[in-house]
């Protein structure tokens, strides 16, 4: 019931909207370039009917042949792009690069996924059935008379997913891939070891509000946009029309925080990507607060043998397009479609791996993490804390700060924090690693959390490619849970560590910046949001031995 009153919620947001009584929040026309624009439908192989929009450069006759960028999406309803109602009708491409593709001679296009703006359906969150649209959607387009054959797909966000899909399904006429902010592990993006990962309340505030058992929710809500008075019959028909008998079925498994379960295990793409030759450019920020930087480096690492790209750094849920602190990100985009998608007689720019520390800096990585990245153990301090949640009080903590380095050191790399405890199962350890300054004013570097379980936790921290100065501290905090960061129920109860360990990933060798760019709108946020002023007398108990090893100049 909750299901279907929202989904007439929606339903009535797009009939206000065509009456005017809810104002266009979109630009009218997010592409300046001339273009023309067809609508096509064409069928998956289990016969799902699906939607694209063709946009063509102006002036190139129909038989034009030219290489193809394509999007496969579950945002880009004529009506609404996400939340955001478009006052005309026309191609949903706000917050694409399209201008830039058309200009360089490339078609573009436009896919919905089943259950979402024109295509019919149910919404599958990365299945079989939607991995199939991606892989139809690609070999139609690879097929058509004006294709040259040549596929290449690019996105951010879900957007990425499914240019990660493809990958996997491996299409006829696929060339690359470009996936900024993308999801390989759609278990892992809305639980970290089955705890609900919270996610931001924009356009209200970016701090973590909505748990991640509302993602399926949320994601109905998007499929139930309606379509625009002037769009096609069959665009109207399939928006319409769709199936709403799996819309509780579908809600039901995105809520499972179980990773084993059927429904995940069918989604899960690291394995299935492992050897992948398909040129890839693969981008990650080490802020971004919706697909958290995790899994994607495991798929990263186990790319096979191909000229893929990396850009990793610290940024949000976004492309380096602009606001990420450096220039040259969109040259060598289209560089790397050229070369491999048009099949331009061009040398892409840049290193294989472009990294973006967080003081600032950028450098060229053969690998990430380096080769030279030491997992350096650092025993940490034990004690106990109360299970509260998000109810203040005290005992929420357990830190180990070590003396001032005496020299720099860099962390870049997945850390990893395990440990012995006593207390419920169901209560959970979480980890947070923190550069403090001689100020005492510690900022947040990465975070994980696992359950209690069996009494053994083992967490898995996110990525993070962080300078240390000399003169700066490490610090450790062991806490139940970041209230704005996880959604549990707390249990009450008091957990006792009697053992830790950290493993901090620490460069062996100082890196010089040998690329352009400079601070980012993500750090300067990151550095403004989450550092924290430690009071005195906590640095000082809390401060304990920790070995560093000497590191090469």
Same mark, same amino acid.
């Given at each position: ?492 109860? #008091?957990?006792?560590? *009697?053992? %830790? ?7 062996? +060798? /100082?890196?010089?910046?040998? @690329? $352009? ?9 990151? #550095?403004?949001?989450? *550092?924290? %002023? ?7 108990? +809390? /401060?304990?031995?920790?070995? @560093? $090893?000497?590191?090469?100049?």
């Amino acid at each position: 019931m909750v299901i279907e009153r929202s989904v007439l919620f929606r339903l009535l947001v797009g009939l206000l909207f065509m009456v005017g009584a809810i104002p266009a929040t979109a630009a009218a026309d997010p592409v300046q370039a001339p273009y023309q624009w067809r609508e096509v439908f064409f069928d998956a192989p289990d016969g799902t009917r699906l939607h694209a929009d063709v946009l063509r450069p102006r002036g190139i006759s129909e038989d034009t042949k030219t290489p193809v960028i394509m999007t496969v999406s579950p945002y880009r309803s004529h009506m609404m792009y996400l939340i955001h109602t478009r006052p005309q009708r026309s191609p949903s491409v706000d917050n694409l690069n399209v201008e830039m593709f058309l200009n360089a001679g490339y078609t573009y296009v436009v896919a919905d996924l089943r259950g979402f703006g024109g295509s019919a359906g149910c919404p599958d969150f990365g299945g079989p059935g939607e991995r199939m649209d991606v892989q139809a959607a690609v070999e139609w387009a690879a097929d058509q008379p004006w294709s040259t054959g040549k596929v290449g797909l690019a996105g951010t966000s879900y957007e990425g997913w499914t240019g990660m899909m493809g990958l996997a399904q491996r299409p006829r006429g696929l060339a690359a891939v470009l996936a900024a902010g993308a999801v390989v592990d759609p278990n892992a993006y809305l639980y970290q070891q089955g705890i609900a990962w919270r996610f931001s309340a924009r356009p209200l505030t970016d701090n973590g509000l909505r748990p991640g058992e509302m993602a399926g929710f949320e994601h109905l809500l998007i499929a139930s946009t309606p379509p625009r008075p002037d769009d096609s019959p069959e665009y109207q028909a399939d928006a319409i029309g769709r199936p709403r008998d799996c819309y509780a079925r579908y809600v039901q498994n995105v809520a499972d925080h179980n990773p084993d379960s059927e429904f995940w295990r069918a989604r899960r793409l690291p394995d299935v990507l492992r050897g992948n030759t398909i040129p890839t450019f693969l981008v990650q920020g080490f802020v971004d607060a919706n697909t958290r930087p995790d899994r994607q480096f495991e798929v990263w690492d186990a790319l096979g043998p191909g000229d893929h790209r990396a850009w990793f750094g610290p940024w949000g849920h976004r492309d380096c397009h602009d606001n990420c602190g450096t220039p040259q990100y969109d040259q060598e985009v289209l560089a790397f479609f050229d070369r491999h998608v048009a099949g331009k007689e061009v040398t892409v720019p840049g290193p294989r791996v472009t990294v973006g520390a967080f003081d600032g800096t950028w450098r060229s990585e053969t690998a990430w993490p380096p080769a030279d990245s030491r997992r350096v153990p650092i025993a940490l301090r034990t004690g106990t804390y109360t299970d509260r949640g998000p109810i203040p009080g005290p005992e929420r903590d357990i830190w180990s700060i070590s003396e001032p380095l005496a020299q720099p050191q860099h962390l870049s790399g997945l850390p990893s924090v395990t440990a012995t405890a006593t207390g419920p199962a169901e209560a959970s350890l979480a980890a947070e690693i923190y550069d403090i300054d001689p100020g005492g004013r510690a900022t947040v570097i990465t975070r994980g959390i696992a359950p209690i379980g069996a009494g053994e936790p083992r967490i898995r921290m996110l990525a993070t490619d962080w300078p240390i100065p000399a003169g700066h501290r490490i610090g450790v905090r062991l806490a139940d849970i970041v209230d704005d960061v996880w959604a549990r129920m707390p249990t009450g109860l #008091r957990i006792t560590v *009697t053992a %830790a360990t950290a493993e901090l990933p620490l460069l062996a +060798a /100082t890196r010089v910046p040998d @690329l $352009p760019g400079g601070v980012g709108e993500g750090l300067v946020k990151w #550095r403004d949001e989450k *550092t924290i %002023a430690l009071d005195p007398a906590l640095v000082n108990n +809390a /401060t304990m031995p920790m070995t @560093l $090893p000497e590191r090469d100049r």
